[in-house]
């Protein structure tokens, strides 16, 4: 049965953007609400950090030097611990230090291999939101690859991350849309997107369209764990723009203040006609 965080939603902080800088990030929002929201709950918002991991773990696996990137749930020392003795490690992690360590693991043809263990761990999320956001993150990403390797003449089957009905008509197809007018809704807008020269323009483009998503995957979840969850993915996106460019992380900061006040508003609405009713 889903939980819901009636004191923490209501309670979320009136963020306020100063000097081109967020004073209250996604860091600080994971700090704020991890002894409030249950520990299964909380492992939600864990997979998106694991991003970071597995940089980590790629590169200390195949010798690249590098700094060690902070902002993932392992530290330096609990990362080389893990890969001494994965046992403890999430299975996706697990699975590609046993496959690293086996004669078969070739550096170059397994590059991508942890991005695959790790979509497909993600997909088996036990929320249906984790999973559908995750999709659509997957989804993108392969079309944008997909759409790249015809501008490019590169070869598909190198770039997909091959793990469903999307990407599986990606590769089987050579329309226009890749056959996927009537299995991803989206389709459409994204290739609309990949027309804009702009990089920077087209990054935008992908982030309000993840960012609608959002908004219309979350109308009716006034309390629960999904409405934190995408509230953090905001905040990245909001850190992301501003770091990238402030004007549009200003942009998007005003949006979610709009946003979160509407949503405030709806929701006192709403436990005024429960009041009404008892």
Known sequence: MSRNYYCLVAGLPNITLEDSKLSYGSADFLSDIKDF???????????FRYVTDNENIYRMLVGHEHKFIEGGNFGMIETEDMLEDPSGAPSYIREYIEEYNSEEFDEEVDKKRLTVLYYQYLLKSKNRFVREYFGLELNIKNIFSALNCRKYGMQTEKEIIDINNVSE?????????????????????????????DMMKREKAIDL???EWLETATFFNYFSIEKLIAYYIKLKMIERWISLDPATGKELFDMFIREMEQQGTEAQKNNEKKLNLV
């Open 209 to 211: 369209l993840k960012w």
């Open 37 to 47: 929201v249950h520990k299964d709950d909380f492992a939600y918002f864990e997979l």
């Open 169 to 197: 008509a990606i590769l089987k197809s050579s329309s226009r849309d890749f056959g996927l007018s009537g299995e991803f809704e989206a389709v459409e807008q994204l290739l609309n997107i990949f027309e804009i020269g």
